[in-house]
């Protein structure tokens, strides 16, 4: 079986530019959610979607947005990029909302913003 | 708050010498604490799930604990191949967005 699948593996945006990161869960995952990881800290909640909804949202700005598609597969984008937003963007697939037990995370997507 | 606060930030250790990394957090009910192994420039791996105090999961050469406000990853003769950054998470049982809260992480790495 597949695992969680994102792309790009990196990317590298200018400040103001906008970027997409995808995402495909495992098969039979209903449940994605998103995560920035800063060099040397821990992953940061930024969304949770269920069946095509948003189930959660960390404290991040409206530049911030995702969605979920009927095939369960997400795109996280973000606006107006700012050098601060330079992280390792994570995808964690599970089978529901509620519970992380079988969460698993994708290699993630290496954002550099210059 | 809920928080979670992971130490030490690195550890040292020779092949075969073993220790334990601690995970304190702060949270108002636990439904979870989690703990993921994180190798550079990759996705957290899943390694154990602890839900009451006095649970314990063992998993090859790491061993998991958890009280009501700490929970420990005993690793026992470790090998070169077990270094990697040691995540712990934990999900509060009144988080309505089902978030995981992360500590910073313990990088450990043990020499051959």
Known sequence: DAGVTQSPTHLIKTRGQHVTLRCSPISGHKSVSWYQQVLGQGPQFIFQYYEKEERGRGNFPDRFSARQFPNYSSELNVNALLLGDSALYLCASSLSAQSYTEAFFGQGTRLTVV | ?112
């Not at chain 2, 009910?29 to 009451?52: A, H, I, M, N």
């Not at chain 2, 690793?75 to 988080?95: F, H, M, N, R, W």
């Open chain 2, 1 to 112: 708050e809920d928080q979670v606060t992971q130490s030490p930030e690195a550890l040292r250790l020779q092949e075969g010498e073993s220790s334990s990394l601690n995970c304190s957090y702060t949270v108002s009910g636990l439904r979870g604490l989690f703990w993921y192994r994180q190798d550079p420039g990759k996705g957290p791996e899943f390694l154990f799930t602890l839900y009451s105090a006095g649970e314990e999961k063992e998993k090859e050469r790491l061993k998991a604990t958890l009280t009501k406000k700490e929970s420990f990853l005993h690793i026992t003769a470790p090998k070169p191949e077990d270094s990697a950054t040691y995540l712990c998470a934990v999900q509060a049982a009144g988080d309505s967005n089902y978030q995981l809260i992360w500590g910073a992480g313990t990088k450990l790495i043990i020499k051959p």
